[in-house]
Structures are given as C-alpha cells and as structure tokens.
C-alpha cells in the first residue's frame, strides 16, 4: 500500500490509483468536470488540480498516479482561484445561458460556478456561431453547451462500443462529432442514451422532456427494466406524477447501461390508456361494468363448443409481465378455465430451449459479465442489437478493445456481421445443421473429443461434410475455420437467440453441444452459453413451461375461447398471431393501451403499465430481481392478479388466489439479487445429437 | 438627516424588468432602506437626469447604443456601480440573439413574424441601434460588484446592499447564490 497525505489527512492506497481516488476514498471532494467513475481519466477540465509538496505547479489529480510520501494540498486559494477563472473560461468560450437550459438546477458546470463563488465571466465572450444538431428522434446535442469534457466520447467508446462519438478539430475548434461529421440521427448511434446520462451540462439531453420545468431534486426510483431477459437495474426519475427520464443503474447484470428500450422505450409515447371494460355488443366496443365484462366470459365458458371441451380454450400472456403474473395465468387457465393451453408469444422458442435442457430447469448458464471476459463468442440466431442491447454492448467491447473473436451463425445480417472472424449463413431452416457440422470439425481437436461420448463421436464422423454443405450452403472450409477458433479460445461464449431457423428443439440443443463441447469455464465452472429470448419474464416462462399454446401457429378452428395478457406492450403479437386471432370467435383481452388487438377482443380489460405494479422477474442469467412499483395505479384499474382472481370468482373458483402460492417453488429457493440453484448444473448436461433434417 | 444618507440610483437597460420586480420584492425593508438612501432616478421614480450618487444599481445587459450611452453616464455619475441581475453580469437570455446577426434579428421580430403582413424594421433617427452583440455590462465598464440571479431574489438583493452600504464587496458566501 501506498501512504500519502492529503490534506493533512493520512491515506493509504493500492498501487496504481490516482490522487483523486485516494482523496475520494477518504471523503475529500476534490470539484471535477471531465471524470466520470467507469470511465478512463484524461485530465480535460483542470477541475481536479491539486498541488503537490515540491511540484512546479498544480497537477490534475484524476491522472497523476498517487506515490508513497507524497504530500498533496486540494483546497488552496489558489487553487480556488485557478478553478474559478477555469470556470469562467468554459463559460466564456460557448454560450451558457442558464435559465434557458434544460439541465438548470442540476448541472455539473452551474454547480461548481456557484462552488466557487462565480458571481460573473471577466474573459470576455467568444459568442460562437454553433449549431444544435436535433436530427436524432429522441437525443439533442446543443453545441452551445458542450465543454469537450469529452464524457460522452468515452462511454460511447469505452463503454457502449460504438464508438459513434468523437472529437473533431483542435483547440478553440474543437467539437464533438457523430462518425465523421454527420449528424446524430444519421449516424452509427443505437440511442442508448449513455451520452445523456454522463453529460455534465445540458449539451446532450433528452428532447421528450427538455421543455419540462425540472425542480432540483428528483427523486429516482430503483426498479428493473421488463423489456428483455438482460433484466437491467434502471433508474426512474419522477417529476409529479410523470416520469422524467431513465438512467441505467448499476445492476449485476447491465452494470450501469441500458440499451435504447430501457431509456427511451419505456418512456415514449403510447396509444391511449383503455381505462374500464368493454365488451361486443351489438356489433361495437361498448364500456361496461367489470362485473358485466366478467359474466360474459363466464357465459361463454358455459356454452358452445368450450363448455364441452375446455381444451377449446387457451391463454396468451405476455413475457414483460413479473413471476407473479405468468404463474397466476398459469393457474388460471389450468385450474379455473380447465385447459393446459396457455403460452407466450416466445412459446416456440421456450420450448424449444426447455426441451434441449432437458425439459426442466438448469442453472449455472453464462452470465452478461462473462463476455468482458470471454476471448471468442459465438452468435447462433442471435442479434443482441435488437432487443438485448447491453449484451451486444459488452461484445462490441470484446471486439473491439480486446480484439476479440466472433464466430456469427445467422442466417440474415446483423450489425456484428462485419466484424465477425468467421461468418457463416446458413441458408434458411438449416442452422442447427451447420451447428452439428461445426461439432464435428470441433471433434477434430482433443479435448472437445474427449467429451464425446463414443456414439457421439462415431455419429459425427459418419456425418459427409459435402451433405451439410448442401444443405447449409456453407463452405466446410469455412466451418473448419470456425471450429478452429473456437477450439482455441480460452473462455468462449455462445449466445443463442430467436433468430434460429430450424424450428422445435433442434437449434437450441445444437448450440448447447457446442458450448458442453468447449467444457464449463475453468475458473467460474459455469457452462458458457446464454439463451436470449424476450421480456423480463422469457426465463421463468421457459422454466415454468408456459409454451403449451403458441399464438403464431395455432390452428384457429381449435379454439373458441382466447385469453390474451399482452400488458403494456405497443405490438403485442406478431402479424401471424393477429391474424389467426381474428379468426377466434370469442378473446378476452387484458392490455394497457388502445393497440389494434382491441378491435379484435370480445372483452376488453384494462390493465396497468409496467410502471405501475411490482413483481418478480428472472433474467436470462437466472438471477431473481424484484421491480418496484414507480407509479400509482389509476386506482379503478385492477391489476392482472386481481382481475384474474375476480374473473375466476365470477367463473365459479370459490376462495381467493394468492398469487405466491401459484409462483413456482423454485422461486423460493433464491432471494433477491441471487441466482436460481435449482435443477441440475447446465454442464452435467449431456451432448445429444439432434435429429437430422427429414429424419 | 437626508443629507447623511446614500444617495442611489437604479436602471435597466437590457432586462425584462425581473430584477426590479425582485426589488421592490423587498418589501418592508424598502421602509429600511429608504431610511438609509434615497431613491434618485430610476424606473420606479421616473426621475429622468442622472445625478451623482454613490451606489447605482444597473439591470441589464448592453444590447444598443442607448444601453450603452445610459450605462457610461451612470459610470460617470456613480461611485459605487453594481450589476443587478444576470443579464447586466451574464449577458443572459439576451445574449441568446448573438448567434444571429443583428439584421435578421430585427427582420424576424418585425417583419418576419407569423403575425405580420407588411411590417418593416422601424427605420428613424430617434431609435436607438442595435450593437453587433448583447454584452454583459463589465465588457463596457468598470463594473464594482455584480449581484447574480435571473432575477436575483429580494434575499440576495438585500444580503448585497447591506455588504455595499458596510463598504464590502458582497461574495455571496453566506446566502446561496443563484443563475436562475
């Protein structure tokens, strides 16, 4: 340890830190601009100077390293007096003009100008001519602002991977740049938001809520994003009764970030709130009492085809909606409607992974924050782009800081395809094809061959590669190179998502041979692949095998009765699902918003937004996280447990439900923040071949 | 004795009236504070001349040639020259029009207004032209103290003419200061 005295205080410290975190972990507060915890220092704002017994002169602390002995003064007059003229020279080379800014009350540079007693600039101003560039939809850069602290330049690097964000010019001429030079709306950015959140004025902000009158404080609230399986810790800021924005927070999993629908997907603009039941009559939507809507189903239920054969009806429930929901539902449709047909927009794609695990739950899968560790992934169907933005974040960081590899399996183009080591594109239907070709040019190599089993290995090498190249369209060639990558990298992660082609079990079990084939991680022991599927709720839905109805493929002519949970989501359900919906003759629906599935229902209930209730919610790692609830229900809107409880009561169910005793036990098992223990440990799986296409 | 007491003077050039609302926000302290100065000119007593005084509070940036002639002639007549509010100490919401050239300032509020049919930029000899830029007014003159707020509250206000009238330069150590 490192002994230094800071401000007649002693303080020791590990080798490698700087001045600033040795004055921090002793609670000096040292003023900065530019530093940002998570990010690299590069010493822009002079905020943080220090002086140093024996040094010439002041030296920025966040990146003078700390030595033994050293005695460092953080509070001088003259320091004082240097930060403020700083101060007054960020002022006076752009234009800050504090009570027309969105960031007042609540910006780093105004802060400090009243820290340091700025009562006015004695520079003169330079009144720059600046542009503010508005062509990106949800995120401002106000140039005038900007103090080319270069913070959002380095999460956007460093953090996000991006990388769309830089500085162009020098001196006086400095400006942040999107790519080279275009504007934001029209560049490589993927409107994570990152930028907004780390920016210390109100030159990066967000244009939802830039005309909102901001108070000082806003109290934030910690709860969990229910958009994907990463299950993201966010930060909601409340102004009233409204939400102001979403910062990503520091959750095990996104560790700080949040991709585009955690930070403005939550927050944009939706259709109207349905607000009281409706139900058909007549031909039209009309507003009923809950009571009438509930002895409608309760009709339907006692007559036609359904009353006969119960098995005539199934559910829908939405994977955004907490533990609690999904097992209710489950229940509901079981024990009160009488069918085992209830499932998930995802249903295909979770049972299809349930079934390649075996059929029930596993733990000990890869984790988000394996990537930062992984030396090569491999994307099987997946594009983490699309909906589980922090993951494609932290390979992205792979890729390009550590020059890690990337081996994509994907029938289509992603934003990695460019930058993939190997890129193979199996044609339609046939990746889990590619995928057991690729474990037979891996069985090449000694280790992965010594965990096959012997009937493994000699169904493998029966397996012609000019076959799977017929029908993959992919060059063995190709594959060998892959499978050379893989064998070789240290820590490999396989990611699979619901880009797999070849429906049923197929894909999901072939990509789980290939990460059993790489063995478990040396250090951690867990296997190294992660299923990534959908909302907050896809991992529990999987595991609860809630896939027993999927709305994209049933066959209309079997169902009569159709409840659908679609929460608050915007598109509920695929165009395929929609359609067969129409065809159903009597749905019952539970949803937020006036979506297009509202003119297809028979019974319309409201429900509440994700905002709104709390809940349970595992992500794709297994980790168990509770949401919190943000914002007061509408107090006439029940929400799904109790809609459902009312509904089952007017259906004859005696009693009340509660809703943790139909929560699956193995939810019991782990509290918050821990991972599931339950089932067996994905790396005593076994390796098991899928059937080959035709067979 | 009205000769024992301070003799004082307020203005705004380029303001929005704000920090004399704040001002008069004073209110019965007014009553103290006219027991210690007298009001000479000001927007409050439209007294027109500016006569020696030893404090002379200016609202307002300089943002014409009037602002400027009115500003110099308060720095000739006053001993004490305070900038009351951002606008005389930041330059502030004024200053927004400085990414702009004058001329097309003009064009917009008075003949490219949405509202307008024919309007013209008022062109007469009377009417006093804009300068190339809104300045704060220390870029023009020697400024004593600056009081900042948009507006200032009647707190600071009075927290600063209690620090001038004790001969201290206020620095706003003791009561919060504010830009907006």
């Given at each position: 340890m490192l002994k230094l005295t800071i401000d007649d205080k002693a303080v020791e410290i590990a080798p490698g830190a700087t001045i600033l975190e040795a004055a921090r972990a002793v609670g000096i507060d040292i003023p900065t601009l530019c530093h940002e915890d998570g990010l690299s220092d590069v010493g822009a704002c002079r905020m943080c100077i220090v002086e140093i017994e024996g040094a010439r002169r002041p030296v920025p602390s966040c990146t003078t390293p700390a030595e033994d002995g050293m005695v460092v003064r953080t509070q001088t007059p003259a320091l004082a007096n240097l930060r403020k003229q700083t101060l007054e020279l960020l002022f006076a080379e752009r234009n800050h003009i504090c009570p027309a800014?969105?960031?007042?009350?609540?910006?780093d540079l105004q802060n400090l100008g009243y820290r340091f007693g700025m009562t006015h600039v004695r520079y003169p101003y330079l009144h720059p001519t600046l542009p503010v560039d508005q062509s990106h939809p949800q995120i401002a850069l106000d140039h005038n602002r900007c103090i080319l602290c270069t913070r959002c330049v380095r999460v956007c690097d460093e953090r996000i991977g991006v990388h769309t964000l830089d500085v162009r010019g020098r001196g006086g001429e400095s400006m942040v740049v999107a790519d080279h030079g275009v504007p934001l709306g029209e560049s490589s950015c993927i409107s994570c938001g990152a930028c907004i959140q780390v920016c210390p004025t109100g030159a990066l902000f967000e244009k939802r809520t830039s005309h909102w009158q901001h108070t000082d404080d806003v109290p934030r609230i910690r709860t969990v994003c229910p958009?994907?399986?990463?299950g993201c810790a966010i930060d909601v800021a409340l102004q009233g009764d409204a939400i102001l924005d979403v910062h990503a927070a520091?959750?095990?999993?996104?560790r700080g970030l949040v991709c585009r629908h955690g930070r403005f997907g939550l927050v944009q603009a939706r259709p109207a709130r349905l607000m009281q039941p409706r139900l058909l009559k007549a031909g039209t939507l009309q507003p009923v009492d809950a009571s009438e809507a509930y002895a409608a189903v309760a009709n339907r239920l006692t007559t036609g085809l359904v009353a006969a054969d119960r098995q005539r009806a199934a559910g829908v429930v939405s994977t955004r909606l907490p533990v609690e929901v999904l097992a209710v539902f489950k229940d509901f449709m079981t024990?009160?409607?009488?069918?085992?047909r209830a499932g998930t927009p995802l249903a295909r794609h979770t049972r299809a992974v349930r079934q390649a695990l075996g059929g029930e739950a596993v733990h000990g899968l890869a984790r988000v924050a394996d990537l930062d560790d992984a030396d090569l992934t491999v994307t099987v169907g997946?594009?983490?782009?699309?909906?589980q933005g922090v993951v494609g974040m932290a390979l992205r960081r792979g890729l390009y800081h550590r020059k890690a590899n990337l081996v994509e399996v994907n029938a289509g183009e992603t934003g990695f395809s460019d930058h993939a080591t190997v890129r193979l594109q199996p044609r339609y239907g046939s990746d889990a094809t590619l995928l057991t070709g690729l474990l037979k040019a891996m069985a090449g190599y000694t280790p992965v061959r010594d965990r096959l089993d012997e009937a493994t290995r000699a169904a493998l090498e029966a397996l012609d590669p000019r076959d799977m190249e017929g029908a993959t369209g992919c060059a063995w060639t190709d594959v060998k190179a892959a499978a050379a990558r893989i064998v070789s990298a240290e820590r490999p992660v396989l990611l699979a998502g619901t880009g797999l082609t070849r429906p049923g079990e197929a894909g999901p079990r072939a990509a789980l041979n290939l990460a059993l084939a790489c063995g478990p991680d040396a250090e951690s022991g867990r296997l190294g692949l992660m299923f990534l599927l959908g909302g907050a709720g896809a991992m529990p839905a999987t595991f609860m095998g809630l896939d027993a109805f999927d709305p994209t493929t049933f066959d209309p002519q079997s169902v009569d009765l159709l409840v659908l949970l679609v929460g608050d989501e915007d598109k509920p359900l695929p165009k395929a699902a929609r359609e067969r919906i129409q065809a159903v003759p009597f749905t019952v629906l539970l949803a937020t918003y006036e979506t297009p599935l509202v003119d297809q229902a028979d019974v319309v209930l409201p429900a509440p937004a994700w905002s709104e209730r709390q809940g349970t919610f595992v992500n794709a790692e297994g980790r168990v996280q509770q949401a919190a609830r943000v914002l007061a229900k509408p107090t006439t809107i029940p929400d799904e447990v109790e809609t459902l409880a009312r509904l089952g009561e007017a259906l004859g169910r005696e009693g009340v439900v509660d809703a943790m005793a139909s929560v699956p036990a193995w939810m019991d098992q782990a509290g918050e923040g821990d991972l599931l223990p339950v089932g067996r440990p994905a790396r005593d799986l076994r390796i098991i071949l899928p059937d080959s296409e035709g067979a | 004795m009205a000769d024992e007491k301070i003799q004082l003077a307020t203005v705004w050039l380029c303001g929005c009236a704000g920090c004399h609302m704040s001002l008069l926000d004073l209110d019965e302290r007014l009553i103290e504070l006219a027991e210690v100065a007298d009001l000479t000119t000001s927007p409050v007593t439209d007294v027109k001349a500016v006569p020696p005084v030893d404090l002379a509070l200016v609202e307002g940036g300089v943002a014409n040639e009037d602002n400027l002639r009115i500003l110099k002639e308060f720095r000739r007549q006053a001993k004490v020259l305070v900038a009351l509010g951002d606008c005389a100490g930041f330059g502030c919401v004024p200053m927004m029009r400085n990414a702009f050239p004058a001329q097309d300032v003009l064009d917009r509020a008075y003949a490219l207004t949405e509202s307008t049919a024919s309007g013209a930029v008022p062109q007469d000899d009377e009417l006093p032209r804009l300068t190339d830029k809104v300045r704060p007014i220390h870029e023009h003159v020697k400024v004593d103290a600056h009081i900042p707020?948009?507006?200032?509250?009647a707190d600071v206000i009075w927290y600063a003419i209690q620090e001038l009238l004790a001969g201290r330069t206020p620095t706003f150590e003791d009561v919060p200061m504010s830009y907006t």
């Open positions: 800014c969105t960031r007042s009350g609540h910006c958009s994907c399986d990463v520091d959750g095990p999993a996104n024990n009160v409607i009488g069918t085992t997946c594009d983490p782009d699309e909906i | 707020g948009c507006p200032p509250s």
